[in-house]
């Protein structure tokens, strides 16, 4: 099934990407069409598994980039309407690609899971975390297409992209309810496994690789919204973000591939 | 042979504003149309009259006949001298006629490509000649299918996108930095000519409001009045400047009116929200170095021009994709409109056939009376394959998409069967 969603994944991307090129009104509508299937299909398989397998389905690096892909989608699904973003489809497309295509290749059979971790604590804590994370990546693509427009529009100098583009405006009030909504959900995600730490290894904090690492996170997009309040908007605000979600990522990658301790396997 | 399409007139390209102004149909274009079906041999007509082409769109029983008449027929009743009329004058005829309907109604033959007007009036022109009933089955499905052509176009390429002047490309970017307008002020700086113009395409795209000021307290009033504004003093220009979210500078000072440190501080005041500011003057009103600020974007009268003309060089390379659509699409009707000419031909053709078939087929089959049904339907069977298959080729040669050549063999074909020649329908 999740093979299924990849392929419509990658054929949304590049009918997707035929649109921005030839501004061919039909090739969104195909576009559009696809991606709403593979979120569908998406959703059927993480469903599924979470029915099969129960918390399980939620302890791995592979489930969590495709549970964070699915919810990129519908991100972008829910903005699509509004017609002018198709260029963020561009980014956010590809991008919730290779995530599923990463959760599929490194896919592991279900850990062991800590009996002590089975319990609510975990979805409350991993939920918002994922989505806190999927926002991130969606104003992430955001702040990129802001620099592109920003750069040309300084510069003088139309590019071939400028008519597919959104307005300045567009996009900046879109990364900063982004950034705004993802912050709040990361928060309660970080409160939320301080609290299952309390409860599993009895400290709420245990200088783990990724608690560091997300209180950095954490930290530089606290940063990025105090910023706002006094005028960081635009192209600042931007960069920070992208900086913001190079911290996430890294401290993804950083947890799960180079020093994983607790979080990145046994969960112990 | 139907009648021929053929368009006649005078355009831009050939003719300058005093032939074309003189041929115009300034009168009432349905007393006009009617004229033009009785000029000699013409069987329909619809007239497009506009300040950049007057043409005459008709079908001819008399192609040769009918280009002479025509003349004569736009000649009519004006100053102008036949021969110099001659001279300007543009003939399309069978395919080239069907080709210029659709780039014109495209908007590829404009003064400026992809302009959107043509399309409309040509509308008026057909919808005109729909009503007095100058329009037949030809006509119809030729401008038909031009408007869906053009169409086809506009939303297959870019032909139309694009600002290409320097005021409307100022209002493009303002969209490109704003999401709408309607929340947004402007600031008009001084009550010129280029200012105004500039103003007004803002004030038309729904700018929330605008502001106006210049060294001449009276002249602002009264723009500001005319453009819907209020209107500010000149020497309080810095204080309004906060609440100008697009500024317009436009005097003719000789020096930078609001500098880069005023906009600064400016921004402090407006919480760093955008700004958009659009210097229109020469020399220059709005120090350049505004530009390096951030959120802000300033755009002097090369910039524009520059985006303008990006724009318009845009717009001709989409106008080499609309012309293979163009190309494609003339090629669809002209199938059609032979294939009309061919059909009563071929159907008495088929019929002259089958009525040999069924007389023989019978006698036969009368002198077998002891056939089983089987073999009777097996001679059926062979006697239509034997008519159908002798008639393929000459059918095929019938719908030859040349039309000369098409009306040579349906000549033909009824000589050589002896049909009669058709009614006219």
């Known amino acids: ?268 | 042979m139907q009648g021929e399409i053929l368009i006649i007139g005078v355009n831009h390209r050939a003719a300058p504003v005093e032939v074309r102004e003189q041929v115009a149909f300034n009168g009432s274009l349905e007393h006009s149309l009617r004229n033009l079906l009785s000029v000699p041999s013409i069987e329909e007509g619809v007239i497009l009259s506009t300040c950049n082409r007057v043409e005459v769109v008709a079908i001819a029983e008399d192609g040769d006949n009918a280009v002479d008449s025509l003349t004569d027929f736009l000649a009519q009743g004006e100053q102008l001298p036949r021969r110099q009329l001659v001279e300007h004058l543009s003939v399309y005829r069978g395919r080239e006629a069907v080709r210029h309907l659709f780039r014109v109604a495209a908007s590829l033959d404009s003064m400026v490509v992809g302009e959107p007007q043509i399309l409309g009036q040509l509308k008026d022109s057909y919808q005109a000649a729909t009503s007095v009933g100058t329009a037949g089955t030809i006509l119809h499905r030729c401008f038909h299918k031009s408007f869906s052509v053009a169409k086809r176009i506009r939303t297959e390429t870019a032909v139309a996108g694009g600002a290409v002047s320097v005021s409307s490309a100022a209002v493009e970017l303002a969209c490109k930095i704003f999401d709408r307008l309607e929340d947004k002020n402007a600031m008009l700086v001084g009550a010129g000519e280029m200012g105004e113009l500039a103003a007004r395409h803002l004030v038309a795209q729904g700018i929330g409001s605008i502001l106006v000021t210049n060294r001449t307290f009276d002249r602002a009033v009264e723009l500001a009045r005319d453009l819907g504004g209020t209107p500010v003093p000149f020497e309080e220009l810095r204080r309004y400047l906060q609440m100008a979210d697009v500024v317009i500078g436009a005097t003719a000072a000789e020096e930078y009116i609001i500098t880069s440190s005023v906009v600064q501080e400016t921004l402090r005041q407006r919480k760093f929200r955008p700004m958009f500011f659009i210097d229109l003057s020469v020399p220059r009103n709005l120090d350049p170095a505004i530009n390096d600020l951030d959120n802000v974007y300033l755009y002097d009268v090369d910039d524009l021009g520059g985006v303008a003309e990006d724009n318009r060089s845009e717009r001709s390379r989409e106008a080499e994709k609309a012309e293979s659509i163009i190309e494609e699409e003339v090629d669809t009707f002209w199938k059609w409109l032979v294939n009309l000419e061919a059909v009563p031909t071929i159907v008495a053709l088929r019929d002259k056939v089958e009525t040999i078939r069924k007389g023989e087929l019978e006698k036969t089959l009368n002198s077998l009376r002891d056939a089983s049904p089987e073999t009777r339907a097996a001679i059926e069977a062979m006697t239509a394959a034997i008519a159908n298959k002798i008639l393929h080729s000459p059918i095929t040669h019938l719908k030859h998409h040349d039309r000369q050549e098409a009306a040579f063999y349906a000549a033909a074909a009824r000589k050589l069967f002896d049909i009669e020649e058709p009614e006219d329908s």
């Not at chain 1, 990849?6 to 969104?28: E, F, K, P, Q, W």
């Open chain 1, 1 to 268: 099934m999740l093979l299924l969603a990849l392929g419509c994944y990658l054929l949304a991307t590049s009918t997707l990407v035929s649109h921005i090129i030839t501004t061919n009104d039909l090739m969104r509508r195909i576009a559009h069409a696809l991606l709403s299937a593979a979120f569908l299909i998406h959703g059927l398989h993480l469903g599924e598994r979470a029915l099969t397998l129960g918390y399980d389905a939620i302890a791995t690096f592979p489930d969590e980039l495709s549970c964070i892909a699915f919810i990129m989608v519908g991100l972008y699904l829910s903005l699509a309407w509004r017609g002018n973003l198709t260029v963020v489809g561009g980014l956010v497309t590809p991008l919730a690609f290779l995530f599923t295509l990463s959760s599929y290749v490194f896919a592991v059979g279900p850990p062991e899971l800590s009996p002590r971790l089975q319990s609510v604590w975990l979805p409350a804590h991993v939920a918002p975390a994922f989505l806190g994370y999927a926002v991130f990546a969606v104003a992430f693509c955001m702040s990129l297409i802001y620099l592109l427009q920003e750069n040309q529009l300084k510069a003088k100098r139309k590019g071939n992209l400028f008519r597919r583009l959104p307005s300045l405006e567009t996009l900046d009030n879109l990364n900063f309810r982004f950034v705004t909504w993802g912050f709040a959900l990361f928060t309660i995600g970080i409160i939320s496994g301080a609290l299952l730490a309390l409860k599993i290894w009895g400290a709420l904090w245990s200088w783990e690789p990724v608690e560091v690492l997300s209180a950095v996170t954490w930290m530089l997009y606290a940063g990025l919204l105090h910023a706002r309040t006094i005028g960081w908007r635009g192209r600042k605000a931007a960069t920070l973000t992208i900086l913001g979600f190079v911290a996430v990522i890294l401290s993804f990658l950083g947890v799960n591939l180079v020093f994983p301790g607790k979080h990145g396997g046994t969960f112990g």
